[in-house]
Nanobody, 123 residues
């Protein structure tokens, strides 16, 4: 069974940075895609970024492109989301998710989810 555990959330001032981590276990993830999603209060969960575990190719939502970077550490089975130039509107619970196959933007394409980590950006 795939297990995903997020960490690294917290409170940060606007303009600051945070790095989220998603530790994955239970599989060999060479054919998996790991995605990051976020859900703000009262809003739907939306796509943030995704990376192919094998090839390392990545996709980003337009709202975070140029500010966020997704990366992976194969040795640690961990995917990171480096978030720079944070804005108030980045405040949300951030989830990592896994699916077998290529990158996808719809949450319905992902089979496994972590518990989420809160990111709060103060203005």
């Amino acid at each position: 069974q795939v297990q995903l555990v997020e960490s690294g959330g917290g409170l940060v001032q606007a303009g600051g940075s945070l790095r989220l981590a998603c530790a994955a276990s239970g599989r060999t993830f060479g054919y998996y895609t790991i995605g990051w999603f976020r859900q703000a209060p009262g809003k739907e969960r939306i796509f943030v970024a995704a990376i192919n575990w094998g090839g390392g190719n990545a996709d980003y939502a337009d709202s975070v492109k140029g500010r966020f970077t997704i990366s992976k550490d194969n040795a640690k089975n961990t995917v990171y989301l480096q978030m720079n130039s944070l804005k108030f509107e980045d405040t949300a619970v951030y989830y990592c998710a896994a699916r077998v196959g290529g990158r996808a933007w719809s949450e319905h394409m992902y089979d496994y989810w972590g518990q989420g980590t809160q990111v709060t950006v103060s203005s």
